[in-house]
């Protein structure tokens, strides 16, 4: 029978009765056939949670259409087979006479390799009805037999389309433009922010098919454990696999490792608690054979356990995994909610599977902050993992709508994979009205290459390409012409009466088009006026600088990066120079941001939108600012703090210093120190400066719990150069790799906190606060009676001292108010001596306790005493910058603590209430408090010195971290 027959027999055979397709299938078979109806050719995306049936849908459309030639895309050769084989028996279609018997079974063809030969190509391609591939193996094939496949296919059907934006699966899709295209997925959004290009026509709500009961109930154990949580939590899992056997459920069991080595490391954990259960590990290193063997053993229950990575993946249809136990959890939403789908499969009616058990080791933190609400200790994943598909789908919607309100758009161009640049000009409009059809007249057809322009009036943007030829610029040749493209985005806000222009060239500020479009009267903003996008910034350091001199004919513009950025803020010669251009740094409440401005009107981000929407969301963000008169332009450029390059070191005391901040980003502990035989992760080890003098090199040790050793930086003429002051010196491991700590800090650097808020940075750059403080207030110092504490015994150490001062501090707290945590930190590597966390309605109480000891045993007005507390002080706001850092970095440190005690630091609370306040914290604001205490100040003799430098410290938190300083002394 020839494909041809077969399509004839699928005339009038399939039933729309309700009581043959579920639900789900029938509202997407009629969806996008309604899609059809209307001659779109854009891609077309059924969003269907795993379970519903979504291939039993691609073969209702297959007859309900009368399909030509179809190409099934899918992401494995595992997949591959298992879609082949349903259409090669129609599913159960026609078991279930949704499909009448006479209908003939389509002739399916599976590529399993690469071809290079194009007339088998056409002959194989003429003999099927479907073709199943994988965009792998259809690259694997010559490009002729790509042709030869691509063109002879009518429709293009693409199983878990979150990868359809992949290089190697646009490629096909591009070939079906103009032809019709369904993209099938559970979770239309990916890891790296795209939108799907295409047009959401039917989602099926994750909350309707548990309802039907094709999304089986998940029950969920958070495995919290310090000593061994692989073997509790492996020892949890077995436990309920057994249960549910001797319950006479066939489930199977699901263990889920990170990498190769880790399972095979779960593996043998798993034989030696479960023998009788025969454990079986698959990974895509294992061979053919050895793969066919462990998924047998699983599907005939030889083995009841496997030991997995990544295998066993999106679209793999197994009822009987039933258990999970995930030893490392999944970091992004898609790949989390896909695998969740692995086992809550259902087959109503089937009284041999149960519920679904997801047993989870706690992640160390969460990449997708979307999986907060996930692994909350006490989390009800049924209706979690429901939201979480809700929303996720509801934001793609957002997106898809915001790309369908483009009521004209070219058809040749894809709206997704437009990413404009973070950068606009800004116009103030006459009217609160615009003409976007202006940009026909504007650009001509000559050079306009999208007919029609996209556009979209609700939202008030507008969108076209242009095609520029100018010479080459490497020859004086007429004949040679370079082409060129252009992306112009549009945005008018009505509301604020502001136009918007992007261009992907950034080379101009399109006065003329902004009056094409606006009318007569558009103004644009320019001048110093644009530098209003920095309001609210604080702590602005210029990375880049542009000057000119309206005197200096010989050098009228120059430009200025580095160190040389501060020759962009002329004070002498104020009234000849001014800025062109500034990009800076800086932070506006507690959050450091990036942006730049230019004086004849533009403003940028050096970041990239994902979609037009983002850059839309961006400008509003700018806008708002540039008409805000109250914002001083003069303040603005006072207040930037100009970088110089270091030439000796300043005359000031050393507060603190501090390790690359990007060691805090390593996920895992790949940098150790050595000395005396003692290891310990570079991040355990503490940098005490010699606070003592404020003239020579800079003197400071290298301290654990096991040894200190001392080191110096000499800074001459501008240079930086570390030494090591022992005999024998620290050796920094990382990978293969062993060095001297001297070399390597000589490579990469420290940061320096100096007296007077100056920060020397790694590269040999000096930032200093150019501005007046006053004295922090006198009536502001806490005075505390310390009857009953030594004051020459700052920690309680692991004995729990009472009469410490930590301890002290730790009493106070508890009874001040109800706190989730309080740690104690105090060690080498800490954040604070003592951290403090509690939850309220609205946001986030963190508080940051340092304390110092009184060098004399009572208190004395040497400003020297502060110096050390101050600078851990400053150096603690940095955790502002990233709050889930700070909690996993509390977290390694809790552990850590407990397993070299033995003693448990936590005050009041667990790990489980700093997960509980990790999850829930990122949906709040946070709000910090640093605290110093150092009994050796006293609040009636505190000297001016004393008072001055905590005043710039209280200046250094406050702007960098927003935090309020509270400084607890003696009377």
């Given at each position: 029978?020839?494909?041809?027959?077969?399509?004839?027999?699928?005339?009038?055979?399939?039933?729309?009765?309700?009581?043959?397709?579920?639900?789900?299938?029938?509202?997407?078979?009629?969806?996008?056939?309604?899609?059809?109806?209307?001659?779109?050719?854009?891609?077309?995306?059924?969003?269907?949670?795993?379970?519903?049936?979504?291939?039993?849908?691609?073969?209702?459309?297959?007859?309900?259409?009368?399909?030509?030639?179809?190409?099934?895309?899918?992401?494995?050769?595992?997949?591959?087979?298992?879609?082949?084989?349903?259409?090669?028996?129609?599913?159960?279609?026609?078991?279930?006479?949704?499909?009448?018997?006479?209908?003939?079974?389509?002739?399916?063809?599976?590529?399993?390799?690469?071809?290079?030969?194009?007339?088998?190509?056409?002959?194989?391609?003429?003999?099927?009805?479907?073709?199943?591939?994988?965009?792998q193996v259809l690259q694997k094939c010559a490009e002729g037999v790509r042709t030869a496949i691509l063109t002879a296919c009518t429709h293009l059907f693409v199983d878990e389309a979150h990868h359809v934006e992949a290089p190697t699966w646009s490629y096909v899709r591009a070939w079906f433009t103009g032809r019709r295209v369904v993209q099938f997925t559970a979770t239309p959004f990916r890891e790296d922010?795209?939108?799907?290009?295409?047009?959401?026509?039917?989602?099926?709500?994750?909350?309707?098919?548990?309802?039907?009961?094709?999304?089986?109930?998940?029950?969920?154990?958070?495995?919290?454990?310090?000593?061994?949580?692989?073997?509790?939590?492996?020892?949890?899992?077995?436990?309920?696999?057994?249960?549910?056997?001797?319950?006479?459920?066939?489930?199977?069991?699901?263990?889920?490792?990170?990498?190769?080595?880790?399972?095979?490391?779960?593996?043998?954990?798993?034989?030696?608690?479960?023998?009788?259960?025969?454990?079986?590990?698959?990974?895509?290193?294992?061979?053919?054979?050895?793969?066919?063997?462990?998924?047998?053993a699983i599907k005939s229950r030889e083995a009841l356990i496997i030991v997995c990575v990544n295998m066993l993946g999106e679209g793999f249809d197994l009822p009987a995994l039933k258990i999970a136990a995930v030893h490392d959890p999944q970091k992004s939403l898609s790949v989390?909610?896909?695998?969740?789908?692995?086992?809550?499969?259902?087959?109503?009616?089937?009284?041999?599977?149960?519920?679904?058990?997801?047993?989870?080791?706690?992640?160390?933190?969460?990449?997708?902050?979307?999986?907060?609400?996930?692994?909350?200790?006490?989390?009800?994943?049924?209706?979690?993992?429901?939201?979480l598909s809700e929303a996720a789908v509801e934001a793609e919607v957002e997106v898809s709508e915001f790309e369908r309100g483009f009521t004209s758009r070219p058809e040749d161009l894809v709206l997704s994979n437009l990413q404009p640049k973070l950068s606009t000009v800004v116009y103030r409009a006459p009217t609160a009205s615009w003409n976007p059809d202006a940009l026909y007249n504007y650009f001509g057809a000559d050079i306009l290459v999208t007919d029609p322009i996209g556009l979209n009036l609700r939202a008030g943007v507008a969108w076209c390409v242009v095609e520029r030829h100018a010479p080459v610029r490497w020859s004086e040749s007429r004949v040679l012409e370079e082409t060129s493209y252009e992306l112009y985005v549009l945005y008018f806000d009505q509301e604020r009466r502001l136009l918007y222009i992007n261009n992907s060239a950034n080379d101009g500020i399109f006065e003329d088009l902004a009056e094409a479009?606006?009318?007569?009267?558009?103004?644009?903003?320019?001048?110093?006026?644009?530098?209003?996008?920095?309001?609210?910034?604080?702590?602005?350091?210029?990375?880049?600088?542009?000057?000119?001199?309206?005197?200096?004919?010989?050098?009228?513009?120059?430009?200025?990066?580095?160190?040389?950025?501060?020759?962009?803020?002329?004070?002498?010669?104020?009234?000849?120079?001014?800025?062109?251009?500034?990009?800076?740094?800086?932070?506006?409440?507690?959050?450091?941001?990036?942006?730049?401005?230019?004086?004849?009107?533009?403003v940028w981000s050096p970041d990239t939108a994902s979609n037009l929407k983002y850059w839309r969301d961006w400008c509003d963000e700018i806008g708002p600012r540039l008409l805000d008169d109250s914002i001083s332009i003069e303040d603005i450029i006072a207040n930037f703090i100009l970088p110089e390059p270091i030439q000796e070191r300043p005359a000031a005391a050393v507060l603190s210093l501090e390790w690359p901040w990007n060691l805090y980003d390593l996920a895992t502990e790949t940098l150790h120190l050595e000395y005396d035989g003692r290891r310990y992760w570079i991040l355990d080890a503490d940098l005490r400066p010699d606070n003592s003098s404020t003239t020579g090199p800079v003197v400071f040790e290298v301290a654990t719990d096991h040894w200190t050793v001392p080191y110096q930086l000499d800074i001459q003429g501008g240079k930086?150069?570390?030494?090591?002051?022992?005999?024998?010196?620290?050796?920094?491991?990382?990978?293969?790799?062993?060095?001297?700590?001297?070399?390597?800090?000589?490579?990469?650097?420290?940061?320096?906190?100096?007296?007077?808020?100056?920060?020397?940075?790694?590269?040999?750059?000096?930032?200093?606060i150019d501005q007046d403080i006053e004295p922090y207030p006198r009536e502001r110092l806490i005075a505390v009676n310390w009857t009953g504490t030594d004051l020459k015994v700052e920690s309680q150490k692991p004995e729990k001292l009472p009469h410490s001062i930590q301890a002290r501090v730790i009493r106070d707290l508890l009874s001040e108010r109800h706190w989730d945590i309080v740690l104690d930190d105090d060690g080498a590597g800490e954040v604070a001596d003592v951290v403090a966390m509690a939850l309220t309605s609205d946001h986030l109480l963190v508080r940051l306790v340092h304390c110092k000891y009184a060098r004399m045993g009572k208190a004395a007005t040497q400003v020297k005493d502060l110096y050390e507390v101050c600078g851990q002080a400053m150096k603690s706001v940095r955790w502002r910058e990233n709050p889930a850092r700070l909690f996993q970095h509390l977290e390694r440190r809790a552990r850590k603590k407990y397993a070299r005690t033995g003693v448990s630091p936590w005050e009041a609370g667990d790990l489980a209430t700093l997960y509980r306040l990790r999850d829930r914290a990122k949906l709040l604001r946070y709000t910090f408090e640093i605290v110093i205490v150092q009994p050796g100040l006293s609040k009636a003799q505190a000297t001016f010195e004393q008072l001055e430098q905590l005043a710039a410290t209280e200046l250094h938190v406050r702007h960098t971290a927003d935090a309020s300083l509270t400084v607890h002394c003696s009377a």
């Open positions: 029978m020839t494909p041809e027959e077969v399509v004839a027999s699928y005339s009038g055979v399939l039933s729309f009765d309700e009581s043959g397709l579920r639900r789900a299938q029938l509202g997407a078979l009629h969806c996008v056939l309604g899609h059809w109806t209307t001659a779109s050719t854009e891609p077309a995306t059924v969003v269907m949670p795993t379970g519903t049936g979504k291939t039993e849908t691609m073969l209702a459309l297959l007859v309900a259409a009368k399909i030509p030639k179809l190409l099934v895309l899918v992401p494995s050769d595992h997949l591959r087979d298992q879609v082949a084989n349903k259409f090669e028996r129609l599913g159960v279609l026609q078991r279930l006479k949704i499909v009448h018997p006479d209908a003939c079974r389509p002739v399916v063809g599976r590529m399993t390799k690469g071809m290079d030969d194009t007339d088998e190509a056409a002959r194989f391609a003429a003999a099927c009805n479907v073709i199943v591939a994988t965009p922010g795209r939108h799907i290009a295409g047009k959401i026509v039917y989602g099926f709500p994750l909350r309707e098919a548990q309802k039907d009961g094709y999304f089986a109930p998940i029950n969920y154990v958070s495995v919290l454990d310090f000593a061994n949580p692989d073997r509790t939590l492996a020892t949890k899992a077995v436990a309920q696999l057994r249960a549910d056997l001797d319950a006479g459920l066939d489930h199977l069991l699901m263990a889920r490792a990170r990498s190769i080595p880790r399972a095979q490391e779960l593996l043998e954990l798993y034989q030696q608690l479960a023998p009788d259960l025969n454990p079986v590990i698959l990974n895509s290193r294992m061979g053919v054979r050895a793969k066919r063997e462990a998924l047998t989390t909610l896909q695998f969740i789908g692995r086992f809550t499969r259902a087959q109503p009616g089937d009284q041999h599977l149960g519920d679904a058990w997801m047993f989870v080791s706690r992640p160390d933190s969460e990449l997708d902050t979307r999986l907060r609400s996930l692994y909350a200790e006490d989390a009800d994943w049924n209706a979690v993992v429901r939201n479009v606006l009318g007569e009267g558009a103004s644009g903003f320019t001048g110093s006026t644009v530098y209003r996008a920095f309001g609210d910034i604080v702590r602005l350091i210029p990375t880049n600088v542009g000057v000119l001199d309206v005197r200096n004919q010989f050098r009228r513009f120059s430009m200025h990066v580095g160190t040389d950025v501060s020759q962009g803020f002329p004070t002498a010669e104020a009234r000849t120079k001014t800025q062109t251009h500034i990009a800076g740094t800086g932070y506006r409440r507690g959050e450091r941001i990036s942006i730049a401005a230019s004086a004849k009107g533009r930086l150069f570390y030494q090591c002051l022992s005999s024998s010196e620290l050796i920094v491991h990382r990978k293969n790799e062993s060095l001297p700590l001297s070399q390597w800090l000589n490579a990469v650097g420290l940061t320096v906190l100096f007296q007077g808020d100056q920060m020397l940075q790694p590269d040999g750059v000096l930032l200093r």
